[in-house]
Nanobody, 128 residues
Framework: PVQLGESGGGLLHAGGFLRLSCNAV????????MGWFRRAPGKEREGVKCIKWNSKDIYDSDSVKGRFTVSRYNVNNALYRQMNRLKPDDKAMYFC?????????????????????WGRGTQVTVSS
């Protein structure tokens, strides 16, 4: 079975930085666009980032624009996200996901229904 596993979450102070990783096992995800989502307590799941299979297109939500970056290393079937200048509002469970397409699509990359495989998430907590 295909498994996505996130790592790198933790507890830190506002203004800090964190790097999350996601590794795929059981399938080569190179042909697929990959995304990061998060779910904060009491809120809906939110699309945060999407990166095309060849890294040529990247989309992100306004809430993280300029602070979070995403990269992928297809040779290792891995996805990364660097989170800088963290805020208390960034506290959430973060998930990586693999889309059913090679591209993100500007108007729909944030729709979770278009992602076929999901990790179990890693918790990020930011204190003020």
């Amino acid at each position: 079975p295909v498994q996505l596993g996130e790592s790198g979450g933790g507890l830190l102070h506002a203004g800090g930085f964190l790097r999350l990783s996601c590794n795929a096992v059981g399938m080569n995800v190179e042909p697929l666009a990959m995304g990061w989502f998060r779910r904060a307590p009491g809120k809906e799941r939110e699309g945060v980032k999407c990166i095309k299979w060849n890294s040529k297109d990247i989309y992100d939500s306004d809430s993280v624009k300029g602070r979070f970056t995403v990269s992928r290393y297809n040779v290792n079937n891995a996805l990364y996200r660097q989170m800088n200048r963290l805020k208390p509002d960034d506290k959430a469970m973060y998930f990586c996901a693999a889309r059913g397409y090679a591209s993100c699509f500007k108007k729909s990359w944030f729709n979770s229904v278009d992602y076929r495989y999901w990790g179990r998430g890693t918790q990020v907590t930011v204190s003020s």
